[in-house]
């Protein structure tokens, strides 16, 4: 049997402009390449603009989707308040849930910045797991990591004080969005509030105690993390 060749991922210091494609990402590696081949024979590539839906909360899911380039966001709506699960990079896979779950998204997906994705039918998808149990127990795997990620972010909405749910949210972003100290954000600071289930007016006054503190440099969307460990102390403490 002949699997995949392992490729040599690019350089990812910068999520937002690194090119991804599936063989670069585990999971699709666990796959023969005969089996590549009928995934991608459902493949069709797709491009949305900075702030185009890419899927709604409750519509039928027919396709899972592999972000090839580019940052979205997946939120849950409620009427005129969202709440933003998570900030999504290139290589990653969206959708998964209603594999097992059900046959509907269980929450929406906008484009950040423009993006590219590839959509795979889910069915393909289901009938690849049940006659491959590397690329099933590798899917389980990403399913798993994306809930214990969800339970730290039930904690730190749920016990943390404001301070150090922004303080998590920007971590995150530098560590796992940007991996860089020195980013520009592609996300609002009305997304920011959402991400951290706060007003807007209060995301906003935490960023300037945290510049007025120097624990940070903003100017427009540019944002420098000066005090890394400060900002960590902060997230730990709460």
Request: proline share 2%; charged share 25%; net charge neutral.
């Amino acid at each position: 049997m002949e699997y995949i060749d392992e490729l040599t991922p690019g350089n990812s210091s910068g999520a937002i402009h690194c090119m991804k494609a599936p063989t670069d990402t585990p999971l699709f590696r666990r796959l023969l390449v005969e089996e590549m081949e009928t995934l991608n024979r459902s493949r069709i590539q797709l491009s949305f603009r900075k702030g185009e839906i890419i899927n709604k909360q409750g519509a039928f899911a027919s396709n899972i989707f592999f972000i090839k380039q580019g940052i979205v966001k997946t939120y849950l709506e409620n009427g005129n308040s969202n709440l933003i699960i998570a900030i999504v990079p290139a290589g990653s896979l969206i959708g998964l849930q209603s594999i097992s779950v059900d046959n509907v998204f269980h929450y929406s997906t906008k484009a950040l910045i423009d993006t590219d994705i590839y959509s795979y039918d889910i069915n393909v998808v289901k009938n690849l797991m049940n006659q491959n149990g590397l690329f099933a127990s590798e899917m389980t795997n990403i399913i798993n990591h994306n809930m214990v990620m969800l339970y730290d972010r039930f904690f730190s909405l749920t016990q943390k004080q404001l301070h150090g749910r922004l303080a998590d949210i920007i971590l995150c972003l530098s560590h796992k969005i940007y991996k860089s100290l020195d980013f520009e954000l592609c996300i609002s600071r009305k997304d920011l509030a959402e991400l951290t289930g706060m007003s807007t007016e209060s995301a906003i006054r935490i960023l300037k105690d945290f510049k007025d503190d120097h624990i940070i440099d903003m100017s427009g969307k540019r944002m420098k993390i000066l005090e890394v460990d400060k900002l960590k102390r902060i997230s730990a403490t709460g």
